[in-house]
Structure formats: structure tokens, C-alpha cells
């Protein structure tokens, strides 16, 4: 809608019924002077900001432009009733602006308006931007100025014959790094040819030239899946990702490995060709030549690998090999048995064994030249990602358990992520993964002779004690209490809500007084937990654990974690066990690192100080580990990977030198993809537009029922997801999802003719970090009930930022973004959780006119969309900076002194630290002289002062540690009661200590707000 101009205030006319202005931007009203954005980006009301023109801006090298503009204005309709609007359509086509005649004045009905154009010198060519306004001045009464505006505005230019439109982004000539010069390369042939003011600018293509742009109200843009790269089911390359196929590569040596070589050889030649290319490039070919570079050396990794396959003393290697493949194909047709899917032979994805390939021979050789390389997973979400690292995962252990006997059992794979919900969820399926080994070792039908005598293989999930018991005592409790509780899938304090191997349900839906029924169970002082199906070949007992005193006593195979649990290791010195400290067994070999886009800013920062700690932990047996990472967004993954690790990066798969398309993957040729649109009312509060956004979302699947659409999913349009920025804006939709949606439901369905279908209160779901970790589980298994096979499927989902990060629910196909978010990344997470399964995905974007960032993405849509992964933001982080050493680096030096000097790790041994001892001075100078060195590889500039930082806290501690030997009294690290002496303190507790927290998030403390209604009287004492 374009207004006429305003010199007044308006005064509103509590009748009119256009435009919507009844509403108040409560953003404005209440925000903060630290919300930069929100208080200094626009105007202070959103109701204010009435546009009276839109433009296009565009580059042409003709001095004359033709000009199309339709729309329509609405007369009110006098009689009776409520108010009526007639349209009356209107359409200017062919008008010519130039240098000469820039501007054109007419009559859209009675309104006036100016097509009118600018023409500024660029170059060879010009400049242009083509504008509509209106004319008219308001009256200030709504109601009449309601018929001097334009609606429906569309606005179209073509260039005068012979000329055409220009490419417009001139902002891509700046490279402000080698990345950005790569990606400039890449996307060349993605141009933006237009930007919109006030709307969105598009354009259309004719071979390769632009001969048209114009403006769109409400813009569109398929973002296409990503397939895989194809062979030819005939060729030993395709024949090679068979797992059967690879799991006789001890049996078969020859005939596998003649496979892989195909495999390899179809990889190299597509490297060749690309190197070819890069002469073709001119200025730009050491760019090509970097991108090409990478590639190459991808190459010769897999080369290396098949090489080390081939070697005659590396058959137990080749074993560890065969029975991995065995037993991810053993998983994946059991998954597809569970999902019900048709039979077929399980087989990896061409990128998920180039990368087996890549990283094998630095995971396997502790001494390997690129053992300290950390090989980073890059693909977008839904990829397949986390089978390509527990591939990898599942031939360590096996090789560690064939080289080494029984010194290689124990903790051999620590898999972390940031958050519990995201770890849990990971758990099942790397759980079924390790239910797969175990079958393996069983001597049943399925059992495997060369895994005979192996230990058994386990998984144990170390998350926070609020989620998951600490000790025996605890779990036995949460097992009194799920026996006692009336839904017991909302009372399990275990995590695991299904048989990871065969999907049954291990809790029954209502208390049963048949213990049978539960998949708990305790044996002796153990909580077992086993599957409740007498077919199920682990009735008796599953390899998981999640008793925090279960898996220091006994190290899991696999160990899934938070990031945050390892805050622990400075309170808990039998923690270290998991790191292979003080056991019979090898130390793990392996780190995954699950969605390292997350570890950035504040929690990256104090993740960085604790790894360096588990870094020198993980070494003390002489070998390092080895990293493995993935993510679906990250830019600048040198700098932060540096920062996190002090190690180099290599990012697989390897890109290539057009757009994304990798040896491995491309864009689909179908144009088939999640569609994105894009919304940015004018004149209109946040509230408003909410509501008049999410109704016809809300009523797609009535409107499917109506059209009786055959093949269309109606459970996938069923429920919608509201994503937001912040718990504000959350809290906020919650009522209007109930009460005024539903309220512009009931008339829209009248008037569309569609039965009516109301959002009902009892189905809105809430998923944010205000939900309890009990609560989390039970609300995924609510999202995962579908509409079709029940009426209670969830209607709305009410979601924050926590739903970007690894959720996986492929019914969900609806989205709506409440704003846009802070980052591109962001951005693509959240929206990439809908349309992960047979239904590509809708989601719409609710842009803000008064934010200046919203507003920039919206007028270029097109441009935006087309290159979504170019646009991620770098992310940093500062481990070594000085607020981050005041806040983290006392309790990372007490971690690394407990584990690895042995006379220190007692809570009560703290007071043992005596500088003056010169065998464990030395031994202390030693590993804080190692701790520096790694701090000096990730952030040089620090290295000197962390170094005094580190000396100036070993002093502070000699000395207390020493004046309570002098004094007779004691020094604890931690407290046991208020007035013991101790080393640390939390946030709040009064005395000396260092100040150290049990989260690498709880960095501040806590403080408790009480609000009062206005006027309402204080109360204080007792009667």
C-alpha cells in the first residue's frame, strides 16, 4: 500500500476499517537503550512508518526506459452495514523516462501519482531508479485517505531496444579475504540485477542477459535440494559404496580395493577437469587455483588411504574396515525395517565414503603427519552427515579392539555437542549403531566370528545431572518414581524413549502395574535398562548407560556428551576416567565435534579454554587425538578452528569451482526445493501482521481437504512452526495464536468457502529453553504425532532458536519467521528443520519495516536467497582474551593439575600443592609450559600474558595451600559446608576462592526479579 503524504499527525477515525492501525508496537514501547537495533534502526512506532512511494534500482547502458505500472484504489460504498470497499482497477503500460524526460504525472482514478525517474552517471552506463508516489497530501482522517492510496502496486521496467539491463552488485569487486575472493569466483554467475526500495526487486533472464526488472509485494524464491552425485549402477565406482560390497575387504582384498580405485579415479578426473579450467579464469585463475588446490589434496588423502588398504601388514586394518561396513549396513536396514520402508541394500552416499577415504589413514596412525588436522564435515543439513562420522567412528573402535586386545576397549570415541536436547536426540542413533557391533559379537545367528572375545560394546550419554541420575542412589529414585507416575514417558529421567534397535516403546502411556511394561529395571544396585519386545534381541539388556557413576566405573565405547559436561572435570577427579586416566585401557583416539558453528562467542570462548585442558589430557599416553567436525554453516573455519583447537582445518567435501556444486553433491536440476517467501508489512504493527500472517498459513490444511489435492500431504501443512528471535516476542504470539488468529480464522473460512479450522489452545507447543529437560522429550514425541493417524497432532509450534540446532522431525514442512534472525546461519539452520521429508517445505518470512537489517534483506530477496551460503557471517572466538581468562582459566588449570598429578585430585589435596617440592614444581612447569605452548597455537598474541595469568594463579594457590599447612587447617577445592577453606567458590558464596562454574554457560549469576502491578501496596514482616 502506498499512502498519501503525511505533515501531521494522523487523527484516526475509530470506524475506518482501513488501514489497520488499532494496534501498538509494544517492541518500541518497552525496549531497552541496549537493543541497538530494535531502538535506533527505525522509527518508534511501526504504524508511523506510512510509505508514500516505492522504487527500483537498476544499471542500464540505453539512455530510455519503458515503465509498466498496474495497481488499484478502493471507493467506500455507501448504505448500511459494515464499511464496503469497491476496487477499481488501474494500468499505465509503455511509458518512456529518460535523461531528457524523467518524470511522468497522471491519475491512478482520483489519486495523483508520479512515475518519475533518476539518472546518475556509472561508468560506461547509468544509474537509474524508477519511483511511484503518490501526489496527495493526507487530511488526516483514515477514512477518506484510505481512498486516495494505491493498492496492489506493481511496477516493471525494460530498457529501450538495443539496450539491456546490467549487472547491479558492484559491492562483489571487494575481496576482503581469501575466502570472500573464492566465494566472489564461485557465485560469479549468480548477479543481482536489481534492488528494490520499499519492495522487493526481481528480474528475468533471457540467454544469460537481463531485459527486465520490476518490484514484487510479496517475493519468492526456491532454494533447490541438494542431490547426490549419481554413477552408473553398472561401474565398480557405484559398486563401491555397497556395504556388503566393502564388508569383504579382508575376504576379498582385491575386488573391493579395484572399486575404491574407481571410486578414487572418478574423483581425480573431475579434479583434472577442474584444473583445467582455471587458466580460463584470467586475474582470477590463483583464485581458482586455491579452490582447485584443495581438491588436489583431497585426492591424494584418498589415494593414501586405499594405498594403506592395500598394504600386506595392514590386514588387521582391513578387518576393522570390513566388520565397520558389516555393521553400518546391520543399522541401516534395520532403520529402514523400522521406518517401514522398502527393502534395498544399504549403500553410503558418494560424499560419506570420499570422506572415510579422506580422514582414514590420520585416524587410524597415531603418528601420522595430519594427525593434528581436523577435518571438518561441511554439508548442508539432512545430509547425512553423522553416519559419514560414525562410519569413521565404527572402524576405529573395531581396529583399536583387533591391534591392541583388551587394552583397547574403553572409552575410545567422546562425540560432543552444545546441547542436551541435541545430544539426546544423536544418542538413539548412534545407539543403534552400537547395538549393530553388538549383535556382531553375539554368537547367535547374526554373530560375526571376527569379533569373538571382543568386550562388549556400550554407549553412555554424560549430560547434566538435571536430565539424566549421577549416581546409583539417584537412579534408583527416578526408577520409584517412574513406576509411581501416572504418565511415565513425562516422569523419565532416563532419556531413552525407545528400543534404539528395533523402535519399540519402552515406557507404557499410563502407570501399569506391570513392571514388564517398563524398560527399566534394577539388577542388584544397577538400573538396567533393556528393551520391553521378547523379540527384540536385547530384551534382557541394552549397551547404553547414563548413570554418570556407571560410566566412570565402567568407560562406554562411545561417549556422548555436552560440551558443558566437561566443566566437571575440575570437580571431579574419577571423571578422567572417560579420558582413559587411571584405567587398564588406551586413551580415546577420537573427538567428533557435532554442529561446531555453535561453539562461537561467549560459549565458544569457554569450550576453547577446557579443550586445551582435554587436549593435554587426551595426550598424556604420548598420542593425540584425532578431531573430526561437522557443520552445515560456518565461514572463516581457519580462524575459529584455530581458535577452538590450535589446530589446522581441512573442510570436506571439497568445493568446487561453480556455485555448490562439489564432485560429490549439486543443486537439483528440477528447480524442485524448500520455497521461501517474504512479507514486510507497511504501516502495520508487529502484532498485526502476525496474525494476518499465520491465518492462511494455519488454514492451508482446509484448504487442501477443499480442493481434495490427490498426493498432497496434509499432515505436513498441518503444523506450523512460529520461529522467533526472542522469549519476548515468543510470549507475545502465545495469545495471539489463540485469540485473535482464531478470531480472523472464522471469516476468512466463510468467505473462502473452507470448513473451519481452528488452532486449539491445548495443541500450541512451546520449544524454548524455559521447557525442562523432562518436559523436552515428551514435547518431540508430541511433534512427531501425525495428523493423519490422529486428531491430536500439534497445531502450532511456538519455537525460539533452540529449534535450529539439530531437531529433526521430517513431518514438519510449514514454517513462519517471526523476523528475521541475527545471522544468515541462524537463518538456515531454523529454516532447514522444515522440509526434511517427502514434502520440500514451505517457509515465509515476516520481515519488520522499521529494522534496517530486515528491511535490506527483504529489497533483495531474490539476491539473498540465491546465495544463502555465501552470506554466512564468520563467526569468532577469544579463549585467551582477558575477560575470558578471568572468567575460565582457574578452573582449567585445577582440571589439568587433579588429572594428570596424582597427589593433587582429592577434593582435599588441594592443600598439597607446594612449589618448593622440586620434583612436583618441575612436574607442574612441565605441563603448564605444554598448556602455554597450545595457547601460543591458537592465539599467539596471548600466549605471553596467559603464560603470566597461569604463574600469578599457581602462586596465589601455593601461598593459601601453604598458610593452611602452617595454620593446621585444611584446603578443599570445593566446599562441603559453608565455612570450610576452599580453593573455588561459586558465583555468590562469600570468601576467598576462585570463582568457577558447573556449566560453560552459567557465567553470571543469576538474579531473582519479583514484579509488582502498579500501585499494588508492599507488604514486609510478619502479624
Not at 582414514?360 to 594427525?371: G, K, M
Not at 601460543?936 to 595469568?949: L, Q, V
Request: charged share 25%; glycine share 8%.
Amino acid at each position: 500500500m502506498l499512502f498519501p503524504h503525511e505533515h501531521a499527525s494522523p487523527v484516526v477515525d475509530e470506524g475506518a476499517a482501513l488501514p489497520d492501525v488499532d494496534d501498538v508496537d509494544v517492541d518500541a514501547a518497552v525496549s531497552s537503550s541496549g537493543e541497538v537495533e530494535e531502538a535506533g534502526a527505525g522509527v518508534p512506532i511501526a504504524e508511523d512508518w506510512r510509505p508514500s512511494s516505492v522504487a527500483i534500482s537498476f544499471v542500464t547502458n540505453h539512455l530510455a526506459i519503458r515503465c509498466d505500472l498496474t495497481g488499484a484504489t478502493y471507493a467506500a460504498v455507501e448504505g448500511e452495514g459494515p464499511p464496503r470497499w469497491r476496487r477499481a482497477p488501474f494500468s499505465f503500460e509503455g511509458l518512456v523516462l529518460g535523461r531528457d524526460q524523467p518524470h511522468h504525472e497522471d491519475a491512478a482514478g482520483a489519486v495523483p501519482i508520479q512515475i518519475g525517474s533518476r539518472w546518475r552517471s556509472f561508468g560506461d552506463a547509468f544509474l537509474v531508479t524508477v519511483h511511484v508516489r503518490i501526489m496527495a497530501s493526507s487530511t488526516g482522517d483514515d477514512r477518506i485517505d484510505a481512498a486516495n492510496m494505491l493498492y496492489q502496486v506493481s511496477l516493471a521496467v525494460t530498457p529501450q531496444e538495443p539496450g539491456s539491463i546490467l549487472e547491479y552488485d558492484t559491492t562483489r569487486a571487494f575481496d576482503f579475504d581469501d575466502e570472500s575472493a573464492e566465494l566472489r569466483l564461485r557465485y560469479r554467475n549468480r548477479k543481482v540485477y536489481a534492488v528494490g526500495h520499499g519492495m522487493a526487486a526481481n528480474w528475468e533472464l533471457s540467454d544469460g542477459n537481463c531485459n527486465r526488472v520490476w518490484l514484487d509485494a510479496v517475493p519468492s524464491f526456491v532454494v533447490p535440494a541438494i542431490e547426490t552425485t549419481a554413477f552408473d549402477e553398472s561401474t565398480p565406482e557405484a559398486q563401491a559404496l555397497r556395504l556388503d560390497h566393502l564388508s569383504r575387504l579382508d575376504s576379498s582384498p582385491v575386488e573391493v580395493l579395484a572399486s575404491l580405485d574407481a571410486f578414487v579415479d572418478a574423483f581425480g578426473t573431475w579434479v583434472a577437469s577442474e584444473k583445467v579450467r582455471v587458466s580460463s579464469f584470467g586475474s582470477d585463475a590463483p583464485v581458482a587455483t586455491r579452490i582447485v588446490d584443495r581438491s588436489e589434496v583431497a585426492f591424494s588423502r584418498m589415494l593414501e588411504t586405499v594405498a594403506l588398504l592395500r598394504q600386506d601388514d595392514q590386514s588387521d586394518l582391513r578387518s576393522a574396515f570390513s566388520l565397520a561396513m558389516a555393521a553400518m549396513g546391520l543399522q541401516m536396514r534395520q532403520a529402514a525395517r523400522n521406518r517401514t520402508d522398502a527393502p534395498s541394500e544399504p549403500r553410503w552416499r558418494p560424499f560419506q565414503l570420499g570422506f572415510l577415504l579422506v580422514a582414514l589413514a590420520s585416524t587410524v596412525d597415531e603418528t601420522h603427519s595430519e594427525r593434528e588436522l581436523v577435518d571438518l564435515i561441511w554439508f548442508p543439513t539432512g545430509g547425512g552427515k553423522t553416519e559419514a562420522y560414525l562410519g569413521l567412528a565404527a572402524i576405529e573402535i573395531f581396529r583399536r579392539r583387533i591391534s591392541h586386545g583388551p587394552a583397547g576397549g574403553g572409552t575410545a570415541v567422546l562425540t560432543r555437542y552444545t546441547l542436551r536436547l541435541l545430544t539426546s536426540q544423536q544418542f538413539q542413533r548412534a545407539a543403534s549403531l552400537v547395538c549393530a557391533m553388538e549383535i556382531l559379537r553375539r554368537a547367535d545367528g547374526l554373530g560375526d566370528p571376527r569379533v569373538k572375545g571382543m568386550a562388549p560394546f556400550t554407549i553412555g550419554l554424560w549430560v547434566g545431572n538435571e536430565v539424566t541420575p549421577g549416581t546409583r542412589r539417584d537412579a534408583k529414585g527416578a526408577l520409584e518414581r517412574l513406576h509411581k507416575a501416572a504418565r511415565p514417558e513425562e516422569a523419565n529421567q532416563f532419556q531413552i524413549e525407545s528400543c534404539p534397535w528395533c523402535a519399540t516403546v519402552l515406557l507404557p502411556i499410563s502407570r501399569s502395574s506391570k513392571l514388564n511394561e517398563y524398560g527399566v529395571k534394577l539388577i542388584g544396585r544397577d538400573v538396567v535398562i533393556h528393551c520391553t519386545s521378547s523379540s527384540c534381541p536385547f530384551n534382557d539388556e541394552l549397551p547404553v548407560a547414563v548413570v554418570d557413576e556407571v560410566l566412570y566405573e565402567k568407560p562406554p565405547t562411545i561417549l556422548l556428551a555436552t560440551v558443558d559436561k566437561f566443566a566437571r572435570l575440575q570437580f571431579r577427579p574419577d571423571a578422567g576416567r572417560l579420558l582413559g586416566l587411571n584405567t587398564a585401557f588406551r586413551q580415546p583416539s577420537m573427538i567428533i565435534q557435532d554442529e561446531l558453528h555453535l561453539l562461537s562467542g561467549p560459549l565458544g570462548t569457554t569450550v576453547a579454554v577446557f579443550d586445551a585442558v582435554i587436549q593435554l589430557l587426551l595426550s598424556a599416553g604420548g598420542a593425540i587425538p584425532k578431531i573430526v567436525a561437522s557443520t552445515a554453516t560456518i565461514r572463516s573455519s581457519d580462524e575459529q578452528v584455530q581458535g577452538l583447537y590450535g589446530r589446522p582445518v581441512a573442510l570436506y567435501p571439497p568445493s568446487g569451482l561453480d556455485d555448490d556444486r562439489t564432485f560429490f553433491s549439486r543443486p537439483v536440476t528440477s528447480g524442485e526445493g524448500r520455497l521461501y517467501l517474504g512479507l514486510m508489512p507497511q504501516a502495520l504493527s508487529q502484532m498485526s501482521a502476525t496474525v494476518s500472517a499465520a491465518s492462511p498459513l494455519i488454514e492451508i490444511p482446509a484448504v487442501l481437504d477443499k480442493l481434495g489435492s490427490p498426493g498432497v500431504s496434509r499432515d505436513a501443512y498441518w503444523t506450523a512452526v512460529m520461529y522467533h528471535n526472542s522469549l519476548r516476542e515468543l510470549g507475545r504470539t502465545g495469545t495471539l495464536v489463540v485469540d485473535d488468529v482464531n478470531a480472523r480464522l472464522e471469516p476468512r473460512a466463510e468467505r473462502l468457502g473452507h470448513d473451519l479450522r481452528a488452532v486449539r489452545a491445548e495443541r500450541v507447543l512451546e520449544l524454548t529453553s524455559r521447557r525442562g529437560p523432562e518436559e523436552l522429550p515428551n514435547d518431540l514425541r508430541e511433534l512427531k504425532r501425525s495428523a493423519d493417524d490422529s486428531d491430536q497432532a500439534i497445531d502450532v509450534v511456538l519455537s525460539s532458536n533452540m529449534l535450529s540446532v539439530g531437531i529433526d522431525i521430517p513431518r514438519l514442512a510449514l514454517m513462519l519467521m517471526v523476523g528475521q534472525p541475527k545471522t544468515t546461519s541462524e537463518y538456515i539452520q531454523a529454516t532447514s528443520r522444515v522440509g526434511r521429508g517427502k514434502v520440500q517445505g514451505v517457509v515465509t518470512t515476516l520481515f519488520r519495516s522499521n529494522r534496517a537489517r530486515d528491511r535490506s534483506h527483504f529489497e533483495t530477496f531474490r539476491g539473498y536467497h540465491e546465495v544463502l551460503y555465501r552470506n554466512v557471517e564468520p563467526t569468532s572466538v577469544t579463549p585467551w582474551s582477558l575477560a575470558s581468562r578471568a572468567r575460565s582459566l582457574a578452573g582449567a588449570l585445577a582440571a589439568l593439575l587433579r588429572h594428570l598429578v596424582p597427589e593433587l585430585a582429592g577434593n582435599d589435596a588441594a592443600i598439597r600443592l607446594d612449589l618448593n617440592d622440586v620434583r612436583q614444581r618441575d612436574t607442574i612447569v612441565g605441563l603448564v609450559d605444554r598448556f602455554v605452548g597450545l595457547v601460543g597455537r591458537a592465539d599467539k598474541i596471548e600466549m605471553d600474558d596467559t603464560g603470566e595469568s597461569v604463574r600469578m594463579l599457581l602462586n596465589e594457590w601455593d601461598r593459601r595451600a601453604r598458610e593452611a599447612r602452617e595454620s593446621g587447617s585444611g584446603l578443599m577445592y570445593d566446599r562441603q559446608k559453608q565455612s570450610d577453606a576452599a580453593l573455588f567458590k561459586r558465583f555468590g558464596q562469600p570468601g576467598e576462592g576462585w570463582l568457577v562454574a558447573d556449566s560453560m554457560r552459567s557465567v553470571e549469576p543469576n538474579v531473582a526479579v519479583g514484579v509488582r502491578e502498579p500501585f499494588e501496596e508492599g507488604t514486609s514482616g510478619t502479624d
